[in-house]
């Protein structure tokens, strides 16, 4: 205010001129002339700071608009800001839609939305080198979402099959238990409507895999061997290399199951409508460029056969059908491979050194060491 006093005093001596007194204090002279119009009009009074906020607020939203938005949260109670605006220029897309931070506020304003926790950071993002999902079907991920009680007092089970490129919800089935015929039944299902995935990713729960059985493969898995997909473990007690399967869980729990439905019916009527919504209208950010996952999904160009051909190893030295107890015989000595494998042929191949490599489809076993006739388990996909 000095320096402003200063400059005015200045200006009223008419033996300088304004532009070498404006010069003098560091100003242009636009500013210069804006300071005495002010004084002019307002006296000393008119010299103080101003605000410099718009007189029009930028983030100003018309009544309609806001009216529209606050019903699309009010129809969609989980949508944050950002998909609700995604969603709004997606299916109304003649009207210009705010930005998602003045929706946000909107929101809070109108107290439907609560403050979001910090995401954490650091190892929990960490990439885990699996295979990477560069198009649909080449990685599926299939889960069992945690049990919880029906209305009616019976579990509900529900089995979950995403791709996870586009994220397109396969199945959402509401199953009384993890009994693999009934998880089979679901899996046969979805090959037959979308074709064969290269890789399906699960954990290490039952029935996807078998603890202590050889590359703790279960039934499921050497089923998908045989239809040539590679089943994918995450490593024991890490859900996080699983994680966008696990965060859709979240997501699936929040709109279908608080509270849950009476029975197993009512419950999967619940899923199919979420599935619909999910695939078809919900925005998903990410690769998909805030669009729903039926705008990037398509069927696997590989089709589900419901007769297999037969096993053909070229090359092998031996042929060998695993017994009901799971083994197989050579030179008089028994091979324990797998019970899940009985009534299945594997082939012999010759390996590295004094050894043999033990293969079932596209799945190395492991090497029978002839000096010592020992079974070593080495699995691996060789493809």
Not at 134 to 162: E, I, M
Not at 327 to 338: E, N, P, Q, R
Request: proline share 7%; aromatic share 8%; charged share 25%.
């Amino acid at each position: 205010m000095t320096e402003r006093l200063a400059f005015v005093q200045a200006c009223l001596d008419r033996r300088t001129r304004i532009v070498d007194v404006c010069a003098r204090f560091g100003i242009s002279e636009k500013t210069g002339h804006k300071l005495l119009r002010r004084f002019r009009l307002e006296g000393v009074a008119g010299l103080d700071d101003r605000s410099h906020a718009p007189r029009q607020p930028v983030f100003a939203v018309a009544p309609a608009i806001a009216a529209r938005i606050v019903a699309l949260r009010r129809q969609h109670p989980l949508y944050g800001a950002a998909k609700l605006r995604d969603w709004l220029c997606q299916h109304e897309p003649m009207l210009r839609w705010p930005a998602a931070s003045t929706i946000g506020e909107l929101l809070k304003r109108e107290g439907l939305i609560r403050a979001r926790r910090r995401a954490r950071s650091g190892a929990a993002r960490a990439l885990t080198g699996r295979t990477a999902a560069t198009a649909p079907n080449a990685v599926w991920t299939a889960d069992f979402k945690g049990q919880f009680h029906l209305g009616s007092g019976p579990l509900c089970y529900p089995l979950t099959l995403l791709d996870l490129h586009s994220h397109f919800l396969l199945r959402c089935t509401a199953l009384p238990s993890v009994a693999v015929r009934s998880t089979r039944q679901q899996f046969t299902a979805a090959f037959r409507e979308y074709g064969l995935p290269a890789v399906l990713r699960t954990d290490n729960g039952v029935p996807f895999a078998q603890p202590n059985a050889l590359g703790r493969l279960g039934a499921l898995a050497y089923w998908w061997i045989r239809l040539g997909i590679r089943p994918e473990h995450i490593r024991p007690a890490t859900p996080a290399e699983n994680g966008a399967h696990e965060r859709f869980h979240k997501t699936l729990k929040a709109h279908t199951v608080r509270p849950p439905a009476p029975s197993l019916v009512a419950q999967q009527r619940r899923f199919e409508r979420f599935r619909a919504e999910y695939n078809t209208e919900r925005p998903h950010a990410g690769r998909l460029d805030h669009r729903p996952p039926a705008t990037t999904y398509v069927a696997s160009r590989r089709p589900y056969l419901e007769r297999l051909p037969p096993l053909i190893y070229d090359g092998a030295t031996a042929v060998r059908r695993v017994d009901p107890g799971g083994a197989i015989k050579l030179h008089a000595t028994a091979i324990f491979l797998s019970s899940n494998l009985a009534g299945e042929f594997v082939g012999l191949f010759d390996g590295p050194g004094d050894t043999l490599r033990l293969q079932y489809a596209a799945l190395a076993l492991g090497d029978f060491e002839l000096h010592t006739r020992r079974f070593v388990p080495h699995v691996r996909w060789t493809g």
